[in-house]
């Protein structure tokens, strides 16, 4: 629960900025989608590993951690890749909403009386940014983006801190955590602020069963 008006504000400037968090953490599966880890010591080491895998379904769970709030916000949901480029990002509780992006086209859809309609939210900058950066993240070059300072840690955990102040002023680091079962991320974890964060957790990973490409064509 909220606590008074002035916090009321605060946490839509908050929740506002938190589009960002799950536009990055969609981007931050998707490389664990193509990496074959079983744990690297080096970035060249992690780069080596690029794996094949072809397509990965999960169960996530995020949560929206505000100073405002006294409980987390609360949303699960569902997520598909399939090789090259195609995704579903799907929330089913406690709003439907849709983001597909497939053949080079992104769209988004949310419930709206019991029906879910297109939403032309899917064109933000903060979308856009991600689908840009994809294709370098795939690569496991997280060393290598000029937006990101990069560290490998011992415990399977990378932490990106941004290198420019405007990025910064909405991110202040993502922290991954990769699971010991190769092509698995774990969570991510995206600091907005020291009294913000989202944290997203993912269980019941598939990796390579065939996917319909109906399935990021069409909806539901």
């Known amino acids: 629960m909220l606590k008074n008006k002035r916090e009321i504000n605060n946490c839509g400037r908050?929740?506002?900025?938190?589009?960002?968090?799950?536009?990055?953490?969609?981007?931050?599966?998707?490389?664990?989608?193509r990496l074959c880890f079983g744990w690297a010591d080096t970035w060249d080491d992690l780069k080596a590993?690029?794996?094949?895998?072809?397509?990965?379904?999960?169960?996530?769970?995020?949560e929206k951690h505000m100073k405002v709030l006294v409980r987390p916000l609360i949303s699960?949901?569902?997520f598909f890749y399939q090789?090259?480029?195609s995704l579903r990002w799907e929330y089913q509780r406690p709003i439907k909403s849709i983001?597909?992006?497939?053949a080079g086209n992104t769209k988004k859809y949310i419930q709206k009386d019991g029906k879910l309609i297109a939403d032309?939210?899917?064109a933000t900058p903060a979308m856009q940014f991600v689908i840009d950066e994809i294709s370098r993240w795939l690569k496991g070059r997280f060393d290598e983006n000029p937006l990101f300072s990069a560290?490998?840690?011992p415990d399977r955990r990378i932490v990106l801190t941004p290198n420019y102040k405007g990025l910064a002023d909405m991110i202040q680091r993502i922290e991954l955590v990769l699971s010991e079962r190769p092509g698995i991320m774990d969570s991510v974890r995206i600091y907005e602020s020291e009294n913000s964060y989202t944290l997203f957790k993912f269980t019941q990973v598939e990796l390579n069963h065939p996917l319909d490409n109906k399935r990021f064509e069409e909806i539901p």
């Not at 908050?14 to 989608?33: D, G, P, T, Y």
């Not at 690029?50 to 995020?62: L, P, R």
């Open 14 to 33: 908050l929740v506002k900025r938190s589009r960002i968090s799950q536009a990055l953490a969609l981007a931050m599966v998707l490389l664990s989608a």
């Open 76 to 78: 699960e949901g569902l």
């Open 83 to 85: 090789a090259p480029d």
């Open 151 to 153: 560290s490998l840690g």
């Open 99 to 102: 983001l597909i992006t497939h």
């Open 120 to 122: 032309t939210a899917a």
């Open 49 to 62: 590993a690029a794996g094949t895998i072809s397509s990965v379904t999960a169960k996530f769970v995020q």
